[in-house]
């Protein structure tokens, strides 16, 4: 449906003790069915003070009209926030990581709709995202990720044919502040090394020596593991129990395992109880470990019980970053092994052969983090030594 006309609007005082201008136009808009209709759209364009003659407010009202005189002006869908969000839910959302559409659920629910929910799409304009953005009480880091999430649905929106202007134009995000990270020392790694038994104690050692987040570990597969190459493949990841692709691009990497974590790794394939994922790591479901429970529940205590103050796996990440630092790793190899470097220099993916400088860092760090502990899983001898395993049929 084309405009009938130009249009000029119509422009009136309002109010006793605070006159203001009120502006009223025609629109055309989509109902939800596809059918075309016109209807009235009023604003506040300003109070008496700020337009002190007509021809003033006047001009303020063609700046709202220029999108429905113009020529290739054409009706356009109409809806609230609350009702656009779970369209938007239904088939943008759900294309995302399970981990990235549980955020955005949060987001809608307990930010987003509250506030926007009344509003038609096209009435959101940059003032009122910047209130938004200012008497929000959650954190920097949290309302940063809003105004992202919002901006994804916007882009939709705009596709769409809801909305055509961009609200968040000059808008001033707070500036985050800079969390200091926790971190264990070589010794504390040690120690819960040394305390931790069955298969935490391998989750830990890997998380320590590897630097992998905490949904990698617990998505690794034993097909993971290349013995023969000493090399372990980071392809998945697991959240709240369901596996999904690694967190980044560059998170798909390979890097080299030490000799000693190598040989531990043999020993507890020997006692793995298959699953159909062939997760390294399952509950009896066959289901992967969920990061946050072996941390409420195994870490925690073990930690508590050390007298070591109490954080997640995240931890033997910083410890492993800081660890290489200390032992003189190249910059670009420490990236490749926390896959956070450019796709064009991370270590291949599924061939690739780890480069000299990983196998001898893997090396330094297997000779460090285990410190003389033999691990419980494997076989001794008479004498006491560790008896050579034969490599795992599984494992090619």
Not at 368 to 376: E, G, K, Y
Request: some cysteine; charged content about 25%; aromatic content about 8%.
């Amino acid at each position: 449906m084309a405009r009938r006309r130009y249009q000029r609007g119509q422009l009136f005082l309002r109010g006793k003790k605070i006159r203001v201008w009120v502006a009223r136009w025609r629109e055309d808009e989509l109902t939800p069915d596809g059918a075309a209709r016109r209807v009235f759209r009023s604003e506040v364009l300003g109070t008496l003070a700020e337009y002190a003659t007509k021809s003033l407010a006047k001009r303020a009202l063609a700046d709202r009209l220029v999108i429905v005189n113009d020529p290739r002006y054409r009706a356009r869908p109409t809806a609230t926030l609350a009702e656009f969000a779970p369209r938007w839910e239904a088939k943008v959302a759900t294309q995302f990581k399970p981990s990235t559409q549980a955020a955005i659920r949060s987001h809608l629910r307990l930010h987003l709709v509250p506030f926007f929910g009344k509003r038609c799409m096209k009435d959101i304009h940059p003032e009122l995202v910047q209130g938004f953005i200012s008497q929000s009480k959650a954190s920097p880091k949290t309302r940063r990720n809003l105004v992202m999430t919002l901006r994804m649905m916007w882009k939709s929106a705009r596709a769409w044919g809801y909305v055509v202007h961009d609200p968040f134009e000059d808008l001033v995000l707070p500036k985050a502040r800079k969390a200091r990270p926790v971190f264990f020392t070589l010794e504390e790694v040690q120690r819960i090394l040394a305390e931790a038994q069955g298969p935490y104690r391998t989750l830990y050692w890997l998380a320590a020596e590897t630097g992998m987040r905490a949904g990698e570990l617990c998505g690794l597969t034993v097909d993971d593991l290349d013995f023969g190459r000493q090399l372990l493949y980071v392809r998945q990841s697991a959240w709240r129990g369901k596996l999904q692709a690694p967190k980044t691009e560059n998170s798909i990497r390979t890097f080299a395992l030490s000799a000693e974590l190598a040989e531990h790794l043999k020993a507890f394939v020997l006692q793995w109880r298959p699953n159909p994922e062939r997760l390294l790591f399952s509950s009896r479901n066959g289901t992967p470990w969920d990061a946050n429970m072996i941390v409420k529940r195994k870490l925690h205590p073990l930690l508590d019980k050390l007298g070591i103050q109490r954080c997640g796996l995240h931890a033997f990440r910083h410890a492993n970053e800081t660890l290489m630092d200390r032992i003189g790793v190249p910059l670009k190899v420490r990236q490749e092994r926390l896959g956070h470097s450019d796709p064009r220099l991370t270590l291949g993916v599924y061939t690739h052969v780890a480069s000299e400088d990983d196998c001898r860092i893997a090396s330094e760090l297997g000779k460090v983090l285990p410190a003389r502990i033999l691990h419980p899983l494997a076989p001794k001898s008479e004498s006491g030594g560790l008896v050579v395993m034969r490599q795992p049929e599984l494992i090619q």
